[in-house]
């Protein structure tokens, strides 16, 4: 699969490894997010990538100085009793400026914990050293736990930290060469993954992929949340566990803890985690105080994850059994409703990069309440204009279903006027739908199309900055 965007991180790689001085640099995301591809896209030939693994250090310094003598003749040739002595003598040895990349960095820390305080004794000399470091690794905890933590040796000596995220739904429409609708339909399954993307393109459709990759015993990503786990986790059962209730309609914490039957504080550190580790999100109402408001909602915001917890893990005893066609038989009856859900996410955010009218919009959210005390109301997308006098509202569907655009918007005015913060605001009705409706009203309605291009708005800001 060719390599699509990273253009700012990139950027910021290629000045950072380019400066007179030598530089050190972390890079840190889960795991098949594009780290070591990204790494390898800027590293030059004469530049030494080493991917570890969790073999005892010895072997791990035999392994490295094998890399290094293809830059440095003979470099192998010596046995280095410790990683001091490896490093010193590549300084000694080099005689022009090198990169020198550490992947899977954990790995070597694990066996060698005295590392990361050597690193800072050889940064504490960084003006006499002639290869920039840089260190990367899966593992978001230990990674952010040796950099972050003010207390660890690495503390304060980055020169720049970059958090690898996942990628955007409109390089996926570039990568598979499909319409808005398709892309938004694939996104909702492999998310911003490039590995999963590499995978899916090998199949003709979508569900060839999903049933030989994922809905199979022996697929590769059968058993993917595990492997992912592994990295940050001591006891994977507690997230597998809360995942799997989430995404099975449990939103709140009391409901999680009832179906655990467990006190909803005995929750608390692997919410957290799984918070942390951008597995899952929190959800609070527009408007609502983030800290104070008692109406959190939790989401899984992967959505590889958010599909696998909702159509494999339920189905196991299916495809154990080798009907996985079963399986797929009941995702495409509940498909739309199941891309729902990301296509809501996409609508709210691009909010900022839509124009209507020339006003210029903050941050969307859902809202959910009693405006006015007795039935319950829900509005998909909420934003304020940045000069407070406007209020948008939006509702998102994802329907092959032709409606009637006007009722809706009027609808949808209606029930924002009841809204305890729309009082002296001007609303904005929008209807953001899957296909074109007959019957429209074109400036308050957007369409595939027109979210992916606000993206690709986005993605041109972001770069740009």
Request: hydrophobic share 40%.
């Amino acid at each position: 699969m060719k390599f699509v965007n990273r253009i700012p991180e990139q950027s910021r790689l290629k000045r950072a490894l380019g400066r007179d001085a030598a530089s050190f640099i972390v890079l840190y995301g889960r795991r098949r997010c594009g780290k070591s591809r990204l790494i390898r896209q800027v590293l030059q030939p004469t530049d030494i990538y080493f991917m570890a693994d969790q073999s005892e250090q010895v072997q791990q310094r035999v392994l490295l100085a094998k890399v290094i003598s293809t830059s440095i003749a003979g470099f192998d040739k010596v046995v280095y009793p410790d990683w001091e002595t490896l490093f010193d003598n590549l300084n000694v040895r080099l005689n022009q400026k090198i990169t020198l990349c550490l992947d899977e960095f954990p790995y070597l820390v694990k066996n060698s914990p005295e590392l990361p305080a050597l690193l800072q004794k050889i940064l504490e000399r960084k003006e006499h050293l002639k290869y920039n470091l840089v260190i990367c690794g899966s593992s978001q905890q230990l990674m952010h736990g040796l950099i972050m933590d003010s207390a660890a040796p690495l503390f304060g000596r980055a020169d720049e930290i970059m958090k690898i995220k996942p990628m955007q739904v409109p390089y996926l429409q570039e990568i598979l060469d499909c319409q808005a609708v398709e892309a938004i339909e694939e996104y909702s399954i492999w998310g911003g993954i490039p590995r999963y993307w590499e995978l899916r393109i090998n199949e003709e459709t979508l569900y060839d992929a999903l049933k030989y990759h994922v809905l199979s015993s022996q697929g590769v990503l059968y058993d993917e949340p595990v492997r992912l786990f592994l990295d940050d986790m001591r006891d994977t059962v507690h997230s597998f566990t809360i995942l799997s209730l989430i995404a099975s309609g449990c939103h709140r914490l009391s409901e999680i803890a009832g179906r655990l039957g467990k006190p909803a504080t005995h929750l608390a550190a692997p919410i957290d985690k799984l918070l942390m580790l951008g597995y899952i999100e929190r959800e609070i109402p527009f408007g609502e105080n983030y800290k104070n408001s008692k109406k959190t909602l939790y989401k899984i915001v992967d959505p590889f994850l958010c599909f696998y917890f909702k159509y494999l893990v339920p189905n196991r005893s299916f495809i154990e059994t080798e009907q996985s066609d079963t399986v797929v038989m009941h995702i495409k009856e509940h498909f739309n409703e199941y891309v729902s859900f990301y296509w809501e996410k996409l609508c709210r955010e691009v909010v900022p990069f839509i124009n209507i009218d020339g006003i210029s919009f903050n941050p969307a959210a859902r809202w959910w309440g009693k405006p006015d005390r007795e039935a319950n109301m829900e509005l998909d997308v909420v934003a304020s204009s940045l000069d407070g006098k406007y209020l948008l509202v939006g509702e998102c569907k994802w329907s092959d279903k032709q409606v009637n655009a006007t009722e809706l918007l009027a609808e949808l005015e209606q029930k924002a006027s009841l809204l305890p913060f729309a009082n002296g605001k001007t609303i904005i009705p929008l209807l953001f739908l899957k296909q074109s409706q007959t019957n429209m009203r074109d400036k308050n309605i957007f369409l595939p199309d027109d979210i992916l291009s606000a993206l690709k708005k986005q993605i041109h800001i972001g770069t740009s900055e």
